[in-house]
């Protein structure tokens, strides 16, 4: 791990207070505006050096055609302009040199920058809107950062610097054979490469979004393979995957021959065309050998900034694409943090708890799935909330934990509400262990799982009170037939825990946060009778204020 975001992990205060998250650069917060952070960063003035580097470039490159051209075509050698010429070159390779370096600068600033703000965005993003998004398309969304990153700055770059040598191209050439044939052939060909590069983004979100919906379905029918093999008869697996794989080859094959068009049909048209329409001023000898020079090496270099121009663009159109799925990632970095001086005072016992008339609405729907919902919960209770399926317990759980807002009414701990008191510390005043298939066991160390709620790295107190805990809720078996004990690998990739077990390490990582209210939402559901009587004599032991919520 890097040392200084362990030493950032290791400043991080107790109980799960959050503090905005900083660039291990030392630069600006990624939670402000990203214009202050490239600022912050020195990234523009180092855009506008490589800017300027590469003007200097083809400049002086123009230079060394004018004086290795005016010789060649007049049939003779002079000194003068041979040394010219390598004096030319020779400033070409310093300045190409220093516009790399300005390059690589720049892409790797600006991929730690991206970095830092998906990863403030990834903390800040909405709990309840990351619910409801599938592991399929989160991977999707993981894949598409990586593609971001990697051609954000690598096409955008070659835009920039190709748009620039397009730019200087016209004036060269009115110092050439002065022709506005070949100038406004020129724009006509940029004009021509918008529109192809227009429809090759068009046909690249088509492609993309084929792409994820299959890394989606992929990644899910993964993870309800043991469904399928049940509910699906063997002979029928393929069918919807074949036709998904038909229509994702047909996307790319336009996807393909629209690419193809623009990097390949572009620049070389555009070589040919310009070439007939310099030929009848080259055969007439209607200029100055040094202007046919100039006016033959700015078509040529033309040629290789539409190469580089087109190679960019459909770089940059894949960065477009990829930037449109992570966006609201991105922007949740600026989500304002809800609090106030209460968070950096010192904890307080919470005697109350208080729900007057609230009610809660899901998105896109028009009944509410809680409302009129008034409830006052005392410092040292023990409630049992129990309701059919679909009554809005689990919803209140959310309510109460602070992980879903009200839509009306007002929820309040010790007489503050969340936005008030703040979220951090609303988390140590609730902790939740949410219903099994919204938890979930991560892969790390059981004692990584178990004290999620307290700052890392864990002390030996906060071990040994897991430990204990763990022999208060019966696991202590567990933890015998484990190598490592505490410090053994779980989760997919590790040890296997069985549902129970997996419910107790829930029960266990809700009672380590030392929260004055405790709310378990069917948390007991998968333990056996004897198992059920020694948890629910722990958390009752253990639980400053509870409220179970159960099936009747």
Avoid at 113 to 120: G, N, P, Q, S
Wanted: aromatic share 8%; glycine share 8%; proline share 4%.
């Amino acid at each position: 791990m890097d040392s200084r975001l362990a030493a950032y992990i290791a400043s991080l205060p107790p109980n799960g207070v959050q503090r905005p998250l900083f660039p291990l650069a030392g630069t600006a917060a990624p939670s402000g505006s990203f214009w202050q952070q490239v600022r912050a960063a020195g990234l523009v003035w180092r855009s506008g050096t490589l800017l300027g580097v590469h003007a200097l470039e083809t400049v002086f490159l123009f230079a060394s055609w004018a004086a290795a051209g005016s010789g060649a075509l007049s049939g003779r050698v002079d000194k003068g302009w041979l040394a010219a010429w390598a004096l030319c070159l020779a400033t070409v390779v310093l300045l190409r040199a220093a516009a790399r370096s300005s390059e690589v600068a720049l892409s790797i600033g600006f991929g730690g920058l991206l970095k830092e703000r998906l990863l403030a965005g990834a903390m800040a993003f909405d709990a309840d809107a990351l619910r409801r998004k599938g592991i399929g398309e989160l991977l999707s969304q993981v894949f598409e950062a990586e593609t971001l990153e990697g051609l954000a700055m690598d096409g955008g770059l070659q835009i920039v610097l190709a748009t620039l040598e397009l730019l200087i191209i016209p004036f060269v050439l009115s110092w050439g054979v002065s022709t506005r044939l070949e100038i406004l052939l020129l724009l006509s060909w940029l004009c021509l490469t918008a529109i192809l590069v227009a429809q090759n983004m068009r046909e690249r979100f088509l492609w993309t979004n084929a792409r994820l919906g299959l890394t989606h379905r992929l990644v899910e029918n993964m993870t309800a393979h043991r469904t399928k093999l049940v509910q699906q008869p063997p002979s029928e697996w393929h069918i919807a995957e074949d036709g998904e794989t038909e229509e994702y080859a047909k996307v790319s094959e336009r996807l393909d021959r629209s690419t193809a068009r623009i990097e390949t049909l572009i620049p070389r048209g555009y070589l040919i065309a310009a070439l007939l329409a310099f030929s009848p001023s080259f055969l007439a000898g209607a200029a100055t050998l040094s202007q046919q020079a100039i006016t033959l090496g700015a078509i040529l270099f033309a040629y290789m900034s539409s190469q580089r121009f087109t190679f960019g663009a459909a770089r940059a159109s894949a960065a477009y694409v990829a930037w449109r799925s992570i966006k609201p990632v991105f922007d949740a970095a600026t989500k304002p943090v809800e609090g106030s001086s209460a968070e950096t005072s010192a904890p307080q016992e919470i005697k109350t708890f208080q729900l007057q008339n609230v009610a809660f609405t899901h998105a896109g729907r028009l009944e509410p799935s809680l409302k009129n919902c008034t409830l006052t919960i005392h410092a040292g209770d023990s409630l049992l909330l129990e309701g059919d399926s679909g009554s809005g317990k689990s919803t209140l759980a959310l309510l109460i934990s602070g992980i879903r807002r009200p839509s009306a009414g007002f929820i309040l701990a010790g007489g503050l509400d969340l936005q008030t008191r703040g979220e951090a510390n609303w988390r140590r005043c609730v902790a939740a262990a949410p219903q099994y298939h919204e938890n979930h066991i991560l892969s790390a160390s059981l004692s990584f799982n178990l004290l999620m709620g307290r700052p890392y790295p864990h002390s030996s107190e906060d071990l040994q009170e897991a430990r204990q805990l763990c022999l208060e809720l019966g696991l202590g078996s567990l933890l015998e037939r484990m190598p490592s004990g505490l410090d053994h690998m779980v989760g997919e990739t590790g040890w296997q825990l069985s549902q129970g077990e997996r419910s107790r390490v829930f029960l266990a990582r809700a009672l380590l946060q030392n929260a004055d209210l405790v709310v378990l939402d069917e948390s007991l559901a998968a333990l056996d009778p004897e198992n059920l009587s020694q948890c629910l004599e722990c958390v009752r032991r253990r639980a400053k204020t509870l409220l179970v919520i159960a099936h009747p």
